[in-house]
């Protein structure tokens, strides 16, 4: 069974940066698309940033643009999410999740075939 474990989440001033990692334990990490989402208190789950496993095709939301960066270490079976100029409304649990996929990645909770247990980013003003 894969098992995917988050770190990185910390308490951080608007304006302020965290880096996000993820490493999955057992399976194949390479054959994965793997993805951040982030839920906010309150709300839904809602797609962040995604990289597919072959050609390392990167998918942003648009609100993150330009500010986040995910990336993916196949040797560490890791994958991260770097913030800069985070905001008080990312305040949220973010999940690093997995899709079964050669190619592409989806960006619906419905593609998801694994989990993590996510890690807690707050941004104060």
Same mark, same amino acid.
């Given at each position: /069974?894969? /098992? +995917?474990?988050?770190?990185?989440?910390? +308490?951080? /001033? $608007?304006?302020?940066?965290?880096? +996000?990692?993820?490493?999955?334990?057992?399976?194949?990490?390479?054959?994965?698309?793997?993805?951040?989402?982030? /839920?906010?208190?309150?709300?839904?789950?809602?797609?962040?940033?995604?990289?597919?496993?072959?050609?390392h095709l990167r998918t942003y939301e648009d609100s993150v643009k330009g500010r986040f960066t995910i990336s993916r270490d196949n040797t560490k079976k890791s994958v991260y999410l770097e913030m800069n100029n985070l905001k008080?409304?990312? $305040?949220?649990?973010?999940?690093?999740?997995?899709?079964?996929?050669?190619?592409? +990645?989806?960006?619906?909770?419905?593609?998801?075939?694994?989990?993590?247990?996510? $890690?807690?980013?707050?941004?104060?003003?």
């Open positions: /069974q894969v /098992q +995917l474990l988050e770190s990185g989440g910390d +308490l951080v /001033q $608007t304006g302020g940066s965290l880096k +996000l990692t993820c490493t999955v334990f057992d399976g194949t990490f390479s054959r994965y698309a793997m993805v951040w989402f982030r /839920q906010a208190p309150g709300k839904e789950r809602k797609f962040v940033a995604g990289i597919s496993w072959v050609d008080t409304e990312e $305040t949220a649990i973010y999940y690093c999740a997995g899709e079964a996929r050669a190619f592409g +990645l989806g960006s619906s909770s419905l593609d998801i075939n694994f989990w993590g247990k996510g $890690t807690r980013v707050t941004v104060s003003s």
